[in-house]
């Protein structure tokens, strides 16, 4: 059975940093490309970004509002993918999921991340 | 970036009669690969989201035989044949065929 386990999240202040761990079993990780996602509270779902599996080798990508600040990595050995987040703002404020790509067919029960003084 | 429209935004439905929502992208949703990417998922009241549908039409493992996709290009239906009151929440298209991935608003299903 494919599980998908994020943790990481928390309280964290304005322009601080926090690493999110997506820990994944029940499927061969390492053949997978894996999403970022967010849900403000009370809002919609945003793509955050895509990391690719050891066998489709290519950049990472990301949605323009993380970008220079979000990074994406993963340790194939440990099935975990990992988001680094830095200069967090109050925006970021949200529930983080990750799935594989193409179809996230299957989600967790997400992290939440509050920026907040 | 490829834009995701979907109407209704909300929509009441009495139980036992069939649903409709449509999702409009604003380029084809085709990719190079010849495939569609577009799914739609359900996210019910305090749930994560959960796939329903992928590549326009099919159906993922345990969902009811009473949830449907189709269209193709930039045009896409999810109905839903006779409406359960299990099946309140929101419902949003998304497609992943062109960074970056982009979402619809999310359709409002609730029971008259």
């Known amino acids: 059975e494919v599980q998908l386990v994020e943790s990481g999240g928390g309280l964290v202040q304005p322009g601080r940093s926090l690493r999110l761990s997506c820990t994944a079993s029940g499927f061969t990780f390492g053949n997978y490309a894996m999403n970022w996602f967010r849900q403000a509270p009370g809002k919609g779902l945003e793509w955050v970004g895509f990391?690719?599996?050891?066998?489709?080798?290519?950049?990472?990508e990301y949605a323009a509002s993380v970008k220079g600040r979000f990074t994406l990595s993963r340790d194939d050995s440990k099935s975990i993918a990992y988001l680094q987040m830095n200069s967090l703002k109050t925006e970021d404020t949200a529930v983080y999921y990750c799935t594989r790509d193409p179809e996230p067919k299957n989600w967790g029960q997400g992290t939440m991340v509050t920026v907040s003084s | 970036d490829i834009v995701m429209t979907q109407t209704p935004l909300s929509l009441p439905v009495t139980p036992g009669q069939p649903a409709s929502i449509s999702c409009r992208s604003s380029?084809?949703?085709?990719?190079?690969?010849?495939?569609?990417?577009l799914c739609w998922l359900q996210q019910r009241p305090g749930q994560p989201p959960r796939l329903l549908i992928y590549k326009i039409s099919n159906r993922f493992s345990g969902v009811p035989e009473r949830f449907s996709g189709s269209g193709a290009e930039t045009d896409f239906t999810l109905n839903i044949s006779r409406v359960e009151a299990e099946d309140v929440g929101v419902y949003y298209c998304m497609q992943a065929t062109q960074f970056p991935y982009t979402f619809g608003q999310g359709t409002k299903l609730e029971i008259k």
């Open positions: 380029q084809s949703l085709v990719h190079n690969d010849g495939n569609t990417y």
């Open positions: 990391i690719r599996g050891k066998v489709y080798p290519g950049p990472t």
